[in-house]
């Protein structure tokens, strides 16, 4: 079965500094992508960076970056320089089937200390 | 703005009514998603629609259903038959998946409560 597991259920870091979430999936599939997505209390969902399996470059966007491990099927976000802004439900998911649906997992809730 | 709305914000029910949750989305996109969310839990996807007038389950379509008559308006239905309908509802759009998988947008959410 094809599964995505966040196994941190909740993350503080101290303002300005750095925090990685982790995220491990499961597929035998050798084309899917990958996503982490952002809910602030607003529960808004807002997509954060996303990566193709197919690439060997990890994903980069202003202070998020991903550390794409494919042989070990793990998938982090770094939190670079952390923002108040940035505290949030944060969910790692992945389209890993033919029509591409997206499995999520559970969520870490990230919590930034001013 | 081009987006996605969901009516309304928050919706409160008695056991045993049907109850409808609107979305509409003026991004142009073809498909069509929702999802229900529950504490400590990640998204669990109900139907989805890639094409006006067809539609599929998803993970946890009993209790649901939905309709896609308008490429912008993909309405779900919770029914009475639906055992524990109370959660947060969230409805996103997509470029058509097929040449990769493409970001879905999101809606602001429908918080149910059935008592």
């Known amino acids: 079965a094809q599964t995505v597991t966040q196994s941190q259920p909740e993350m503080s870091v101290q303002e300005a500094e750095t925090v990685t979430l982790s995220c491990t999936y499961d597929t035998s599939e050798s084309d899917y992508y990958l996503f982490w997505y952002k809910q602030p209390p607003s529960r808004q969902m807002i997509l954060v960076i996303r990566?193709?399996?197919?690439k060997q470059q990890n994903a980069t966007e202003n202070r998020f970056s991903v550390n794409f491990q494919k042989a070990a099927k793990s998938f982090s976000l770094k939190i670079s320089d952390s923002q108040l802004g940035d505290a949030a439900m944060y969910f790692c998911?992945?389209?890993?089937?033919?029509?591409?649906?997206?499995?999520w997992g559970a969520g870490t809730k990230l919590i930034i200390k001013p | 703005d081009g987006g996605i709305t969901q009516s309304p914000k928050y919706l409160f029910r008695k056991e045993g009514q049907n109850v409808t949750l609107s979305c509409e989305q003026n991004?142009?996109?073809?498909?069509m998603y929702w999802y229900r969310q529950d504490p400590g839990q990640g998204l669990r996807l109900i139907y989805y629609?890639?094409?006006?007038?067809?539609?599929q389950k998803g993970d946890i379509a009993e209790g649901y259903s939905v309709s896609r008559e308008k490429k912008e308006s993909f309405p779900l239905t919770v029914t009475s038959a639906q055992k524990n309908p109370t959660a947060f509802y969230l409805c996103?759009?997509?470029?058509?998946?097929?040449?990769?998988?493409?970001?879905?947008?999101f809606g602001p959410g429908t918080r149910l409560t059935v008592t």
């Open positions: 990566q193709e399996a197919y």
């Open positions: 629609s890639q094409i006006v007038n067809d539609f």
């Open positions: 991004l142009n996109h073809d498909a």
């Open positions: 996103a759009s997509s470029i058509l998946p097929g040449q990769g998988a493409h970001e879905q947008y």
């Open positions: 998911a992945a389209a890993m089937d033919s029509n591409y649906q997206l499995i």
